[in-house]
């Protein structure tokens, strides 16, 4: 009994951290700021920046559309019998911009 409670309490924790990260992702800043400090503020916070460019102007005259979230890559360990621990190796996080 006591296994099956623990995989679910860990199965429970594992589903909850994508969501986490895509509040993160959906809170940062959008149109109000450039571009520049967008990328920089959410490289910052941890994420890996892919920049999707709609035009041709330069892109510190471009402004922000959306920020989506991406790929979170993440490993599980137990380190011998211990709980599953879930780390976060990386963050992805789309932004686009119009220009």
Known sequence: MKKY?????????????????????????????TVEDTVTELTRAGFHVIVNRTGAAPLAQCTVTAV?????????DSRGG??????????????????
């Open 5 to 33: 409670l623990l995989m679910m309490l860990t199965t429970g924790a594992v589903a909850v951290v994508p969501l986490i990260h895509v509040s993160e992702a959906t809170a940062a800043p959008t149109a109000s700021t």
């Open 82 to 99: 211990d709980p599953i621990v879930t780390t976060v190796l990386s963050k992805v996080v789309y932004v686009d911009a119009s220009c």
């Open 68 to 76: 989506r979230s991406g790929q979170t890559y993440s490993t599980k």
